[in-house]
């Protein structure tokens, strides 16, 4: 696989990934445009006007670029998150040049009308009502709310029904005007490619994006609070411990990549060692799982572990204890061993598709970290246990966690 980048004269960062015989390319467009980026009353803007954007365009109508990226043989989707958006098209490698046009027509002009934008607020409105009901969600957004409150990725991406009702199209197409430019902007393009890809892409509508007057502020970094909290969640089945830790910021590469191992070590699979201590040897515990939140402004090691009620208080103790115990040699080079073979393992699959490796791509750029994508893969060289022991497992602390235990609301 051949991969270049380079940039236009407006800042904007393009990626090419060149997959030979691929039977699908992936056109993958991102900008620093996710909820981190929202002022005061503002929340969830960014997520209303991905949105928006598919509700047409200067040149397209409503419906209209569904259609012709239907016809492409093609499909279209996108996702905001919390540092950032991105839209992608997936075609045949013969239609690459018009499903560039297409998307960057819709992205570049969105319409944003007055008529179907309160059209789509009602739909906004019921996705946030319905996600507020899920107990999953609500035990997440609680979470997020103690340990990381003023931050702005303490609050729910979808935003709360008062904050939406209040947006209005003004608002919206200065906020579009604002972020949609050309240092926030990255387009990855990954598949089998046509020879004249460059030419396609810079004298494509992507250099059609303005310049940036100013820097976009950069919002300063997240401030974890670490604690301890009993909630009753409607409609939960079972009891929850949750613990979150914070993770160096996305750009500590290194320090991510031993995280992961350490996860890995702690919960992936029968012979982890939580799992094969307290679910397999001792059944104390039902399910455990850990996610790596990796986020700009710093992230968030998560644990979620589901318990009986009567297991709940020996389940937190022994998983403090086995916490406590890692930078004790409590991990042989035998765990480690194991951790990085499923760890290069899922690196290998999340980069089997064209869209997987567009994505990869695209974020990397959009940050400013050009490495090789397989390049992680090197990195676990460097992983041994005592460098996990020095550097990885404190992070993994009981003491420096913020838990919060869930428990089901008791009917009377």
């Known amino acids: 696989m051949n991969v270049n980048h380079w940039s236009l004269p407006n800042g904007a960062t393009c990626v090419v990934a060149d997959i030979e015989q691929s039977t699908l390319t992936c056109i993958d467009f991102w900008c620093k445009g996710g909820s981190l980026y929202e ?8 997520h209303f006007l991905e949105h928006m954007i598919f509700k047409g365009s200067k040149n397209l109508k409503e419906g209209e670029f569904d259609l012709k990226v239907e016809s492409l043989g093609g499909s279209s989707n996108a996702a905001t998150g919390l540092d950032d958006v991105h839209y992608h098209v997936l075609v045949p490698p013969e239609k690459t040049e018009e ?13 944003i009308e007055k008529d179907a934008f309160e059209m789509e607020k009602e739909v906004v409105l019921e996705e946030i009502a319905q996600n507020i009901e899920q107990p999953d969600e609500i035990i997440y957004m609680k979470l997020l709310k103690e340990c990381l409150t003023p931050h702005r990725y303490s609050k729910p991406i979808l935003g709360d029904k008062n904050t939406v009702k209040s947006i209005n199209p003004k608002q919206m197409k200065l906020f579009h005007k604002n972020h949609y430019v050309g240092k926030n902007c990255t387009l990855c393009v990954a ?9 396609i892409i810079n004298n494509s509508k992507l250099k059609e994006l303005k310049t940036i007057s100013k820097e976009t502020a950069i919002r300063y970094k997240a401030n974890f ?28 590469q290194i320090l991510i990549l031993g995280a992961e191992i350490a996860a890995t070590i702690l919960c992936e699979g029968k012979s982890s060692i939580i799992v094969k201590e307290l679910r397999e040897k001792k059944r104390i515990i039902e399910s455990i799982d850990i996610d790596l939140q990796i986020l700009e402004k710093g992230g968030l090691i998560l644990l979620d572990v589901s318990c009986s009620e009567e297991n709940l208080k020996i389940a937190e103790i022994e998983i403090n ?9 409590l991990v042989t080079n035998k765990d480690l061993e194991r951790a990085k073979k499923l760890v290069i393992n899922n690196i290998y699959f999340s980069l089997e598709l064209s869209t997987q490796i567009a994505s990869t791509l695209g974020n990397q750029a959009l940050w400013g970290r050009h490495q090789a994508i397989l390049k ?7 992983w041994t246990t005592s460098r996990l022991n020095e550097l990885i497992f404190p992070l993994f602390n009981p003491e420096n966690a913020f838990t919060l235990i869930a428990e089901p609301e008791k009917l009377i």
């Open 191 to 199: 598949g089998d490619l046509p020879s004249e890809i460059y030419s």
């Open 376 to 382: 992680s893969i090197d990195d676990i060289s460097y």
């Open 321 to 329: 204890n086995i916490l406590k115990e890692l930078s004790k040699d």
């Open 39 to 46: 002022m005061k009353d503002e929340e969830g803007m960014a």
């Open 99 to 111: 499903g560039l046009k297409l998307i960057l027509e819709l992205l570049l002009f969105p319409r």
């Open 225 to 252: 609070k670490k604690g301890y909290k009993k909630e009753t969640i409607p409609r939960l089945e079972g009891v929850r411990i949750l613990k979150a830790w914070e993770l160096p910021p996305a750009e500590e």
